[in-house]
Nanobody, 122 residues
Framework: QVQLVESGGGLVQAGGSLTLSCAAS????????????MGWHRQAPGKQREFVAS?????????ADSVKGRFTISRGSGDHRGTMYLQMNSLKSEDTAVYYC??????????WGQGTQVTVSS
């Protein structure tokens, strides 16, 4: 079993910043789980869930074009490698969404957190 818990969402003015956190627990680091990466997705009202950013165990990162240069994904190391962050700067109203933490293993995004709401006021 894998548990993912997001935190850090809230209301912020356009141009402001927020940092989201994701705490992973359970069997996520067992060899059987075959974790390849962790990442963030988001879903705005009336829209499909979309990819935001990901980070591999080796530290390689990938970002959606819409957030490049504004968002930074990171993970803890050692005993804290189950914690992931998303630093969001220069926020725009179109960043308003529920943000989800997820794990990627065996070619699919397979576990998801419950989500945290980010609202950017213009």
């Amino acid at each position: 079993q894998v548990q993912l818990v997001e935190s850090g969402g809230g209301l912020v003015q356009a141009g402001g910043s927020l940092t989201l956190s994701c705490a992973a627990s359970g069997t996520i680091f067992s060899s059987r789980f075959s974790l390849n990466a962790m990442g963030w997705h988001r879903q705005a009202p009336g829209k499909q869930r979309e990819f935001v950013a990901s980070i591999t165990d080796g530290g390689s990162t990938n970002y959606a074009d819409s957030v490049k240069g504004r968002f930074t994904i990171s993970r803890g190391s050692g005993d804290h490698r189950g914690t992931m962050y998303l630093q969001m700067n220069s926020l725009k109203s179109e960043d308003t969404a529920v943000y989800y933490c997820a794990t990627y293993s065996k070619t699919t995004w397979n576990y998801w957190g419950q989500g945290t709401q980010v609202t950017v006021s213009s």
